[in-house]
T-cell receptor
């Protein structure tokens, strides 16, 4: 059974600080997606990483896929209150197009 | 506007009273799925459908039924709800071309309480 461990589970920091969220697995994924979920809404895709070592940037958010495609990280620079939310990673297995393996999520609170 | 619509948003019911949560998407997606979200457990897949008349069990299918008679609709049926099915439910849809080519689009959720 493939597992995707996400850490930390909860993070509360001050506006302007930097942070990193991790998703780790012993399994190889064909791609990995990051979603953000705000209260009262469903998850919304932020980015998909496909190639080992790939780095994608979305404004102050930097996403990296590990060289071996087993892990990924999300780094936020100078966090803003608008970054508050639940961040979820989801990996696509090598043998299945749509059966995503989900991390448990990181609840992020950015205090003004 | 492209969207996945779930109804109702909130539902409180009693043990054993059959209920249906509806899900509809307007993006002509082949793939649809139901998830439940519980604190600390993330999203767990209940059922999914790769196309009309094709449905498969996810990780936690017990106590649930689905149907896919039309491409746009994918209702979730709880024949005899129990308190352990109290949860936040999400419907999602996507193109049938692979996850790295297409994201999942989620509805806004249905918060179900079974007493």
């Amino acid at each position: 059974t493939q597992l995707l461990e996400q850490s930390p589970q909860f993070l509360s920091i001050q506006e302007g600080e930097n942070l990193t969220v991790y998703c780790n697995s012993s399994s190889v994924f064909s791609s990995l997606q990051w979603y953000r979920q705000e209260p009262g809404e469903g998850p919304v895709l932020l980015v998909t990483v496909v190639t080992g070592g790939e780095v994608k940037k979305l404004k102050r958010l930097t996403f990296q896929f590990g060289d071996a495609r087993k892990d990924s990280s999300l780094h936020i620079t100078a966090a803003q209150p608008g970054d508050t939310g639940l961040y979820l990673c989801a990996g696509a297995g090598l043998d299945s197009n749509y059966q995503l393996i989900w991390g448990a999520g990181t609840k992020l609170i950015i205090k003004p | 506007e492209a969207q996945v619509t779930q109804n109702p948003r909130y539902l409180i019911t009693v043990t054993g009273k059959k209920l249906t949560v509806t899900c509809s998407q307007n993006m002509n997606h082949e793939y649809m799925s139901w998830y439940r979200q519980d604190p600390g457990l993330g999203l767990r897949q209940i059922y999914y459908s790769m196309n009309v008349e094709v449905t498969d069990k996810g990780d936690v299918p017990e106590g649930y039924k689905v149907s896919r008679k039309e491409k746009r609709n994918f209702p979730l049926i709880l024949e005899s709800p129990s308190p352990n099915q109290t949860s936040l439910y999400f419907c999602a849809s996507g193109r049938g071309t692979g996850t790295h080519n297409s994201p999942l689009h989620f509805g806004n959720g249905t918060r179900l309480t079974v007493t």
